[in-house]
């Protein structure tokens, strides 16, 4: 059984070479073994293993949106909705948090008040205090967010976990697949590097980035999302 990353996008190339891409990023925080986790670029047309060979998945972030329909975006939420009818563990971050919601039948689109980017504090909800993934977490907690596009509408059956005065669906459930709108594996140079690349689409968008670069601290606990989603694949129940 394979534990897998499902590539959705890539940061940009300058970035890519000093630091790493998603995938390497993501790997840090789950704290993954060399080649414990096997990375599947789906944007890039590799066909995802069956859903029966796999013990795990997580989405990557990605600049494409998923309004756009675009064909791998589509063939991977096809395999999304069997992953969770077979009660796979799953966790999407960003793109791929709307991708799950997308998916398992809820909406997707622009937010209507622009991007949000930068470090924000994420609240949780009560729900989360019974929820295996982030229970005994902080109540309110700083996570780094780049995104223009947000879940408008959570699945029927889904249930909301965090949020802020922003962004209503920073988390959700629904079954084995969780989503977080934040990004767990965005370390402070990752963030500050985006907000530096982004200036001049922040600053049309209304935000001003170096405000925003003069807010940045550390998400250790945003991180720990990670962590926490590689020791529940070690309990026995997931």
């Known amino acids: 059984m394979q534990k897998i990353i499902i590539k959705t996008g890539r940061t ?26 096997r ?29 756009d329909r675009e064909d791998w975006s589509v063939s991977t939420a096809q395999w999304l909705r069997q992953a969770v009818a ?14 799950l919601a997308d998916a398992l039948g809820g909406s997707v689109g622009y937010h209507p008040k622009g991007p949000e980017a930068g470090v924000v504090e994420v609240d949780l909800l009560p729900a989360a205090a019974e929820d295996p993934l982030f229970a005994g977490m902080p109540a309110s907690f700083p996570a780094a967010v780049i995104h223009w596009q947000s879940v408008s509408a959570l699945p ?4 909301r976990l965090a949020a802020n005065a922003f962004e209503p669906n920073h988390a959700f459930r629904l079954g084995s697949a969780w989503g977080v709108q934040f990004h767990p594996e965005f370390d402070l140079a990752a963030m500050d590097a985006y907000l530096a690349h982004l200036a001049p ?32 694949l070690q309990q026995p129940s997931v």
Do not use: N
């Open 201 to 232: 689409t922040l600053q049309a968008a209304g935000l001003a980035p170096e405000a925003l670069r003069t807010r940045l601290c550390p998400t250790p606990q945003a991180a720990a999302v990670l962590q926490r989603f590689a020791r529940l």
């Open 156 to 159: 029927p059956g889904a249930v």
């Open 39 to 67: 990375v599947v670029d789906v944007q890039r047309g590799e066909t995802l293993p069956a859903v029966e060979d796999c013990a795990a998945a997580v989405i990557t972030g990605s600049p494409a949106m998923v309004s």
């Open 86 to 99: 077979r009660a796979l563990p799953v966790l999407g971050i960003c793109y791929g948090h709307q991708l």
């Open 12 to 37: 940009y190339p300058a970035l890519a070479e000093k630091l790493g891409d998603f995938e390497h990023w993501i790997a840090r925080e789950l704290q993954a073994a060399p080649g414990e986790w």
